[in-house]
């Protein structure tokens, strides 16, 4: 069964560090999505990228964050300058209809220090 | 208005019994009702979704009810086995949005 892939599993950075969280999404898939869930909380939505431009941001998304389509298979997520509240498991997402069957990634544990 | 409430919170049952998960919603935009499923360490899983013109909707073992009138949708799992284990969330999404809006999450655990 296809599956979308993120790297790393786990990242570790300094508080005020960039990072840069990647993904690739299932290869026929359109959409592409950037979720996030802080440890015990409910997953929430930070952006929606389709033909290579936002779709959708949530108030969350603010000027410290950004995606790219770099080629064509990747989809990544950077964080500018992290804070300790960025410490979260965040998750890609992709589906071939804008917001139907969304397929997730397995995430990447960021834990800002 | 944006918020999906569910509960409870956490779940405990028996091996063979019905697992009940409830959610409701304001947003009368929503058209789309999923539900995941999530395994410690691993992303949601979609499990089963439906939309409003529908009342119940039946894969398996588990079961969408959805009642439109009153703004509210519950999870049924018939049956329920130890492999079920794990945190259920429901979901919403606008008409013509991209987003979903989860629900907080239970926690199943079904006892052997």
């Known amino acids: 069964e296809p599956e979308v892939t993120q790297t790393p599993s786990h990242q570790v950075t300094q508080m005020g560090q960039e990072v840069i969280l990647r993904c690739v999404p299932i290869s026929n898939h359109l959409y592409f999505y950037w979720y996030r869930q802080i440890l015990g909380q409910k997953v929430e939505f930070l952006v929606s990228?389709?033909?290579?431009?936002?779709?959708?941001k949530s108030e969350i998304f603010d000027d410290q964050f950004s995606v790219e389509r770099p080629d064509g298979s990747n989809f990544t997520l950077k964080i500018r300058s992290t804070k300790l509240e960025d410490s979260a498991m965040y998750f890609c997402?992709?589906?071939?209809?804008?917001?139907?069957?969304?397929?997730f990634g397995s995430g990447t544990r960021l834990t800002v220090v | 208005q944006q918020q999906v409430k569910q509960s409870p919170q956490s779940l405990i049952v028996q091996k063979g019994g019905i697992s009940i998960i409830n959610c409701a919603y304001e947003?009368?935009?929503?058209?789309?009702f999923p539900w995941y499923q999530q395994f410690p360490g691993k992303g949601p899983a979609l499990l089963i979704a439906?939309?409003?013109?529908?009342s119940e909707k039946k894969e398996g073992r588990f079961t969408i009810s959805f009642n439109k009138s009153a703004k509210q949708f519950s999870l049924h799992i018939m049956d329920s086995q130890p492999g079920d284990s794990a945190t259920y969330f429901c979901a919403a999404r606008e008409t013509s949005g991209s987003r979903l809006t989860f629900g907080e999450g239970t926690q199943l655990t079904v006892n052997p």
């Open positions: 947003n009368t935009a929503f058209d789309y």
């Open positions: 990228f389709y033909n290579n431009e936002i779709s959708e």
């Open positions: 997402a992709s589906s071939d209809r804008q917001g139907y069957g969304y397929t």
């Open positions: 439906i939309r409003p013109d529908v």
